[in-house]
C-alpha cells in the first residue's frame, strides 16, 4: 500500500513500475467497494496513463508527481470524462474541460483513478445526501466519514489513492479530514482556481486537499496555487518560500470554541493536553474572545443558500443532465426536472436561498448576514495582529452512527468550527490529533492570516513534533 507521495517515490526507485502501482490501488478499490467511496473508477484511462507516464519516466521527462494517483471529488471536472455532483440532475453528463486546478496536477504526470462520492452538490456535513448512497467509515462501519468529501477522505484513509481532491464550502474538506485520520486543507479563498468546480456558493468555495503526511498537501498547493486566466477570483500573490519560523509562537485559543457546550469531553481534554504541551515548550498562549461563534452558522446558512439559488438555476432541465419524461410543455419540464433530478437537502437549500432573496426579506436575512460576515472578518484580522495562528478543534466530536441525526439544525451545527474560514477566506488546515475511547479519530484545526499557507504547514509541524 502506497500511503504518500515518498512511499511511491520510494517505490518507483526500486524498480515498482508506474503501471504496477495503478494496478495495487485498483485491486484495493475493488477490495473496498463496500466503502461506496468511488462512484466511479476510471479503468480503461488509468491504465493507459499510467503506461504513458512509465514511457515519460524511461525517456527521462516525467513531471514532479509521476507514480501519484489521485481520486477527485465528484463536483471537479475532468475532461471526457462523468461528472455529476452526486446528483441526479446531472445524469450522462461528460465534462468538456478540465479544472485548472487538476489539469496542472495532470501536468506534473499525476494519473487520475476515478470520481469520488460526496454529498450532492457539496451539500451536507456526513455524506448521507448523496444520490448514489452514502459513503461507510474505514475506521468504523456504518459510521458517516464526515461531508462533504467523504468519499475523498476515505479514499485516502484507506489507502486506495496516494491523495485526493474535494472542495471546503464550510468545512467539506476539513470535518471529513478530521473523521478519518487525514490532512485537510482549506486554503485561502483564491488561492486555488476554482475554474471547473461545479458550484454551490461562489464565495466560499475552495479546492481542497486529502494526504496522509503535511510534506504532501504542501507538494500539491505548491502546484495547484496561482493566478488563473478563467477565474476572476484566483489570487496572484505568489506562495511565501519557507521562511524559519520564530522559536516561540504566539498561539491564539478562542474561550468560546474550548468552553462551547457541544464538545465533546474527551476532544475538549486533547486539546488542553496539546495546549499545555505547547506552553509547556516555551509557547505563549493567547487566550481571545470571539463573541460571534453563535453567529455563524446561521450567517453561513443564509449566504451559502442564496448563492447556492442562483448557481444552481442553470440545472433545469433543458440545456443538459436529467429531464423529466413525464413532463409537459415547458413549465413542466422545468418544475418536474427539478423536483425529480434534486434530492431534499438540495431543493431545501434552494428554497431557503430563494427565501432570503426575496423582496421583503432581503435586507432582514441577507444584508444582514453581510454586515455579520464583514464583522467576523474584522475580528478575525484584528486576532491575527496578536497572534501567529489560531488552534481549535476541527469538530465538536468523533463521527455518527449513519442516520443518527435527524435534526437539520443539529446536523448543520456540526460545522460549527470550521465555517469560520470560509466566511472569512482565511486558510484553515486540519492535521490528525487522536483517537477517541470509541475507536475513531479526531483533528485539530490550525487557522492562520490570509496567504500564510507556509507558515500554516510550519505550524502544523510544530504541533506534531509535541
Given at each position: 500500500?502506497?500511503?504518500?507521495?515518498?512511499?511511491?517515490?520510494?517505490?518507483?526507485?526500486?524498480?515498482?513500475?508506474?503501471?504496477?502501482?495503478?494496478?495495487?490501488?485498483?485491486?484495493?478499490?475493488?477490495?473496498?467497494?463496500?466503502?461506496?467511496?468511488?462512484?466511479?473508477?476510471?479503468?480503461?484511462?488509468?491504465?493507459?496513463?499510467?503506461?504513458?507516464?512509465?514511457?515519460?519516466?524511461a525517456k527521462g521527462t516525467a513531471g514532479n508527481l509521476a507514480g501519484v494517483v489521485i481520486g477527485i471529488k465528484d463536483n471537479i471536472c475532468y475532461r471526457h470524462h462523468r461528472v455529476s455532483?452526486?446528483?441526479?440532475?446531472?445524469?450522462?453528463?461528460?465534462?468538456?474541460?478540465?479544472?485548472?486546478?487538476?489539469?496542472?496536477?495532470?501536468?506534473?504526470?499525476?494519473?487520475?483513478?476515478?470520481?469520488?462520492?460526496?454529498?450532492?452538490?457539496?451539500?451536507?456535513?456526513?455524506?448521507?445526501?448523496?444520490?448514489?448512497?452514502?459513503?461507510?467509515?474505514?475506521?468504523?462501519?456504518?459510521?458517516?466519514?464526515?461531508?462533504?468529501?467523504?468519499?475523498?477522505?476515505?479514499?485516502?484513509?484507506?489507502?486506495?489513492?496516494?491523495?485526493?481532491?474535494?472542495?471546503?464550502?464550510?468545512?467539506?474538506?476539513?470535518?471529513?479530514?478530521?473523521?478519518?485520520?487525514?490532512?485537510?486543507?482549506?486554503?485561502?479563498?483564491?488561492?486555488?482556481?476554482?475554474?471547473?468546480?461545479?458550484?454551490?456558493?461562489?464565495?466560499?468555495?475552495?479546492?481542497?486537499?486529502?494526504?496522509?503526511?503535511?510534506?504532501?498537501?504542501?507538494?500539491?498547493?505548491?502546484?495547484?496555487?496561482?493566478?488563473?486566466?478563467?477565474?476572476?477570483?484566483?489570487?496572484?500573490?505568489?506562495?511565501?518560500?519557507?521562511?524559519?519560523?520564530?522559536?516561540?509562537?504566539?498561539?491564539?485559543?478562542?474561550?468560546?470554541?474550548?468552553?462551547?457546550?457541544?464538545?465533546?469531553?474527551?476532544?475538549?481534554?486533547?486539546?488542553?493536553?496539546?495546549?499545555?504541551?505547547?506552553?509547556?515548550?516555551?509557547?505563549?498562549?493567547?487566550?481571545?474572545?470571539?463573541?460571534?461563534?453563535?453567529?455563524?452558522?446561521?450567517?453561513?446558512?443564509?449566504?451559502?443558500?442564496?448563492?447556492?439559488?442562483?448557481?444552481?438555476?442553470?440545472?433545469?432541465?433543458?440545456?443538459?443532465?436529467?429531464?423529466?419524461?413525464?413532463?409537459?410543455?415547458?413549465?413542466?419540464?422545468?418544475?418536474?426536472?427539478?423536483?425529480?433530478?434534486?434530492?431534499?437537502?438540495?431543493?431545501?437549500?434552494?428554497?431557503?436561498?430563494?427565501?432570503?432573496?426575496?423582496?421583503?426579506?432581503?435586507?432582514?436575512?441577507?444584508?444582514?448576514?453581510?454586515?455579520?460576515?464583514?464583522?467576523?472578518?474584522?475580528?478575525?484580522?484584528?486576532?491575527?495582529?496578536?497572534?501567529?495562528?489560531?488552534?481549535?478543534?476541527?469538530?465538536?466530536?468523533?463521527?455518527?452512527?449513519?442516520?443518527?441525526?435527524?435534526?437539520?439544525?443539529?446536523?448543520?451545527?456540526?460545522?460549527?468550527?470550521?465555517?469560520?474560514?470560509?466566511?472569512?477566506?482565511?486558510?484553515?488546515?486540519?492535521?490528525?490529533?487522536?483517537?477517541?475511547?470509541?475507536?475513531?479519530?479526531?483533528?485539530?484545526?490550525?487557522?492562520?492570516?490570509?496567504?500564510?499557507?507556509?507558515?500554516?504547514?510550519?505550524?502544523?509541524?510544530?504541533?506534531?513534533?509535541?
Open positions: 500500500m502506497y500511503r504518500t507521495i515518498s512511499q511511491v517515490k520510494e517505490a518507483m526507485l526500486s524498480g515498482v513500475s508506474v503501471l504496477e502501482i495503478t494496478q495495487n490501488y485498483l485491486q484495493l478499490i475493488d477490495k473496498n467497494k463496500h466503502l461506496n467511496a468511488f462512484l466511479e473508477v476510471f479503468s480503461d484511462s488509468v491504465l493507459a496513463d499510467a503506461k504513458r507516464v512509465d514511457e515519460k519516466i455532483a452526486s446528483s441526479k440532475i446531472l445524469e450522462g453528463f461528460e465534462s468538456l474541460f478540465t479544472a485548472t486546478a487538476l489539469q496542472r496536477l495532470l501536468d506534473e504526470d499525476a494519473i487520475v483513478i476515478g470520481r469520488l462520492n460526496c454529498d450532492e452538490f457539496a451539500m451536507g456535513s456526513s455524506n448521507e445526501n448523496s444520490a448514489f448512497g452514502s459513503v461507510e467509515n474505514n475506521w468504523k462501519s456504518n459510521y458517516v466519514p464526515g461531508g462533504s468529501s467523504g468519499g475523498s477522505a476515505v479514499a485516502v484513509s484507506a489507502g486506495l489513492c496516494t491523495v485526493s481532491l474535494g472542495s471546503d464550502t464550510g468545512g467539506s474538506v476539513r470535518q471529513p479530514a478530521s473523521w478519518t485520520g487525514t490532512y485537510g486543507l482549506k486554503p485561502t479563498y483564491g488561492r486555488i482556481s476554482r475554474y471547473g468546480l461545479i458550484a454551490y456558493a461562489s464565495s466560499f468555495d475552495q479546492i481542497g486537499t486529502f494526504t496522509n503526511c503535511i510534506e504532501d498537501t504542501e507538494t500539491l498547493l505548491s502546484i495547484m496555487a496561482g493566478k488563473d486566466e478563467f477565474d476572476s477570483t484566483s489570487s496572484s500573490i505568489p506562495m511565501t518560500k519557507n521562511n524559519p519560523i520564530k522559536d516561540k509562537l504566539k498561539v491564539g485559543i478562542i474561550k468560546e470554541c474550548l468552553d462551547h457546550d457541544g464538545l465533546d469531553s474527551e476532544v475538549q481534554k486533547t486539546i488542553s493536553t496539546k495546549i499545555e504541551s505547547l506552553k509547556a515548550a516555551g509557547h505563549e498562549i493567547v487566550e481571545l474572545t470571539f463573541p460571534y461563534l453563535d453567529f455563524m452558522v446561521p450567517a453561513y446558512y443564509v449566504l451559502t443558500t442564496a448563492e447556492a439559488s442562483s448557481n444552481l438555476a442553470r440545472f433545469d432541465g433543458v440545456h443538459y443532465g436529467y429531464r423529466s419524461t413525464k413532463a409537459e410543455g415547458v413549465e413542466q419540464t422545468y418544475v418536474k426536472s427539478r423536483s425529480e433530478g434534486f434530492g431534499a437537502e438540495v431543493k431545501r437549500r434552494i428554497m431557503a436561498g430563494t427565501f432570503v432573496l426575496s423582496h421583503g426579506y432581503y435586507d432582514a436575512y441577507y444584508t444582514k448576514a453581510q454586515k455579520v460576515r464583514r464583522l467576523l472578518k474584522n475580528k478575525t484580522d484584528e486576532m491575527f495582529d496578536s497572534v501567529d495562528f489560531l488552534l481549535m478543534p476541527t469538530t465538536p466530536s468523533t463521527a455518527f452512527e449513519k442516520n443518527s441525526i435527524k435534526d437539520n439544525i443539529q446536523m448543520y451545527l456540526q460545522d460549527i468550527f470550521t465555517v469560520h474560514a470560509n466566511l472569512t477566506g482565511n486558510p484553515a488546515l486540519s492535521i490528525p490529533l487522536g483517537v477517541h475511547s470509541n475507536g475513531l479519530p479526531f483533528g485539530i484545526q490550525l487557522m492562520t492570516d490570509q496567504f500564510k499557507e507556509n507558515e500554516l504547514f510550519e505550524y502544523a509541524k510544530v504541533i506534531e513534533k509535541i
